[in-house]
């Protein structure tokens, strides 16, 4: 949309946002499922205008791959999967002192 090649988010060939607004899954999109608890009506939430701050937070996620929501969102991730999201301490692991 922000490139002008499409209208509307779901009309867009290769995204899930059409399966979302509609309610409808398919092969590779499971609608509803747990993303209908974040976003109750997708067709309102695609459609309202974006803000510079939101976008910035979006492509820096994108950009690093970091779990984007709140930090029970985050810990409830973490749990299903049985791994760490949060961004741990930089830099080289503590090693282990000799005995």
């Known amino acids: 949309m922000r490139a002008g090649l499409v209208r509307q988010a779901w009309d ?4 899930s946002a059409a399966a979302h607004v509609a309610g409808r899954g398919d092969v ?5 499922g747990p993303l209908l608890a974040e976003v109750a009506d ?5 459609a309202s205008p974006e803000d510079d701050a939101t976008v910035a ?14 930090q ?17 301490k930089p830099g080289p692991k503590p090693r282990a ?3």
């Open 12 to 15: 867009w060939p290769w995204s």
């Open 28 to 32: 590779l999109v499971r609608a509803g």
């Open 42 to 46: 997708w067709g309102r939430f695609l």
């Open 57 to 70: 937070r979006l492509r820096l996620h994108a950009r690093t791959g970091r779990t984007l929501g709140g």
């Open 72 to 88: 029970a969102f985050v810990e409830r991730l973490e749990g299903l999967l049985g791994q760490i999201l949060r961004p741990k």
């Open 97 to 99: 002192k000799a005995s």
